[in-house]
């Protein structure tokens, strides 16, 4: 049997979709916070963009630490969507999402703060002059100028979210075709002393995480503005 036969490409479908919700929640939190951080000045603006950048410079094993303080079924917060919504995210992929978002977040926050802080205000100076009010100003002219900040930074995150481990592995756990995304299954593949296995895991995360990098890469450089 090749390598290629023995990968349990569920795993990858499930890599695929937990890094394409948690994206999609990073996107809209951190676009919503990069906003507003970039139009807004006050003293405590510092501490919490600080604050919102933590997950990006915390062990993951820590973020998974205090997501299961927050949403285990022994936390207000958890207890209470268990008994009341029925929701459980302990050891379920939708756990996994929570994790990898957390952890991709700081990534679109910061890329959407730096595209907004860039608009031209005078711009939207004149949309106001025109009649426009703040929804349509930030719909038609706003969001369009900071878009290809937002979206490399939305790629970046979208990687980020697809090789997550640590916090991914403490709230959802590493169960086969349940919660195994890639990069447990490479964990798996090494401790059980299957190198082929490990080695192609690898190799495909890679090239994935390369062309990723490479399209982030093109929409941040000006050479390639419209």
């Not at 807004?40 to 600080?50: H, I, K, M, V, Y």
């Not at 207000?76 to 939708?94: E, N, P, R, V």
């Not at 907004?116 to 703040?134: I, M, N, S, T, W």
Request: aromatic fraction near 8%; charged fraction near 10%.
């Amino acid at each position: 049997m090749s390598t290629w036969a023995a990968i349990d490409f569920s795993a990858l479908w499930l890599t695929l979709k937990v890094a394409a919700c948690a994206t999609a929640i990073a996107m809209a939190a951190g676009v919503a916070c990069g906003l507003f951080i970039a139009r807004t000045r006050w003293s405590g603006r510092r501490l919490l963009e600080s604050l919102l950048m933590l997950p990006l410079v915390l062990p993951p094993t820590v973020l998974g630490f205090y997501l299961i303080v927050l949403l285990g079924r022994n936390s207000a917060l958890g207890g209470w969507m268990d008994k009341t919504l029925g929701i459980q995210l302990m050891f379920t992929w939708q756990g996994a999402v929570i994790a990898a978002a957390v952890v991709a977040f700081p990534l679109v926050f910061s890329a959407a703060r730096a595209a907004f802080e860039g608009v031209d205000g005078q711009l939207e100076k004149a949309a106001r002059v025109l009649g426009a009010g703040e929804l349509k100003v930030f719909v038609q002219v706003s969001l369009p100028l900071a878009m290809r900040g937002i979206t490399a930074g939305t790629l970046l995150a979208f990687a980020r979210a697809m090789g997550e481990f640590g916090a991914t592995l403490m709230i959802a756990g590493n169960i086969p075709g349940k919660t195994q995304t890639l990069s447990l299954a490479v964990y798996d593949a090494v401790l059980t002393g299957n190198d082929a296995l490990a080695n192609t895991l690898v190799l495909l995360m890679s090239v994935l995480c390369i062309v990723i990098l490479v399209v982030a890469g093109r929409l941040l450089n000006p050479r390639f503005a419209p």
